[in-house]
């Protein structure tokens, strides 16, 4: 047993500082998740052509919890493979091969936003589109730095004048009190504006759907935004209250945006293949919605849940 899992199933309590989630949902997602990759592994044996029995070559040194449990830390805490080889008891390149076999089944087992978690069934996403209508859903966006791409063409894609360096930039849309996330995008270049953003997915919602955004989507009819501060001149004190009080019902979602940042590998400078990016981030958005208890595992969705 690594001394990491060793000291969780210890120190239970501990659990949400090393890798984001209560003890008892981790357990969840671990059951979970054994269960997805054994139906996977049942179904590429049923695909082979066998001369001799399965079941031969190298075990692996790593229990199925510890892989698990070492994907999470690392998208925690992004410290080095190396390291977390170590961690451990692994190579680095070990380390490397679980991390990157893990991501995706845990990114198929975790829908990113309530409008992935219903869009299979098509009557179920009309639905809750419909409902949907009746809140004000709130939206807003945020950069990631990225290595330097090597290319002059990409460098110039991505790179931000905002931030004056090369960024991921993506968005978020929630409920208004920030009780789930109803639609994430990940991994546009940063040179992107918000309004440009949110246009491209806008027919992920109703045409009735109402949103409440800031600045950066001025123009944009279907986005309450707060009052811009005229050239030269300044805001009347009613304007400023009107502001403020525009801000506070905001903040729930610079709160859920704090929750996906918690995740140091989203926190810190993106130092994955770049093309991973987007199946990083929409799984940390998973992670983050099995964290609040808006996603339940094995996966539910009801209408009722969203009144």
């Given at each position: ?172 849309i929630i409920m208004p009190d920030g009780r789930d996330i109803v639609d994430v995008v990940a991994g546009e270049p940063g040179t992107k504006s918000d309004i440009t953003m949110f246009r491209e997915n806008r027919d992920n919602f109703d045409p009735k759907q109402s949103f409440k955004g800031d600045l950066g989507d001025l123009g944009e009819d279907l986005i309450d935004t707060p009052i ?80």
């Amino acid at each position: 047993m690594s001394d990491i899992l060793k000291h969780i199933e210890e120190n239970p309590k501990e659990t949400r500082r090393l890798i984001g989630l209560e003890y008892e949902q981790l357990q969840q997602l671990i059951e979970n998740a054994e269960q997805l990759n054994y139906e996977k592994q049942a179904l590429r044996e049923s695909k082979k052509i066998r001369i001799i029995a399965g079941g031969g070559g190298r075990k692996p040194k790593l229990s199925v919890k510890e892989q698990i449990i070492l994907t999470l830390v690392y998208l925690r805490q992004m410290t080095t493979f190396q390291l977390l080889g170590i961690q451990f008891g692994v190579s680095e390149s070990t380390a490397n091969d679980t991390f990157n076999y893990w991501l995706p089944i845990l990114r198929e087992l975790l829908p990113c936003s309530l409008l992935e978690q219903v869009k299979k069934n098509e009557s179920d996403l009309i639905v809750v589109q419909e409902i949907l209508t009746e809140y004000e859903l709130i939206v807003d966006s945020y950069e990631q730095f990225r290595e330097r791409p090597g290319d002059n063409e990409e460098q110039e894609k991505y790179f931000s004048g905002k931030k004056s360096n090369h960024t991921f930039k993506s968005q978020i849309i929630i409920m208004p009190d920030g009780r789930d996330i109803v639609d994430v995008v990940a991994g546009e270049p940063g040179t992107k504006s918000d309004i440009t953003m949110f246009r491209e997915n806008r027919d992920n919602f109703d045409p009735k759907q109402s949103f409440k955004g800031d600045l950066g989507d001025l123009g944009e009819d279907l986005i309450d935004t707060p009052i811009k501060k005229p050239r030269n001149k300044e805001l009347t004190s009613d304007q400023k209250k009107s502001n403020k009080a525009f801000s506070s019902k905001r903040i729930f979602v610079e709160h859920r945006i704090r929750s996906v940042k918690i995740f140091r590998v989203v926190q810190d400078r993106f130092r994955l293949n770049p093309k991973k990016y987007e199946q990083v981030i929409l799984t940390i958005c998973g992670l983050v919605r099995l964290r609040i208890r808006a996603l339940i595992l094995p996966l539910e969705i009801s209408a009722m849940s969203l009144g």
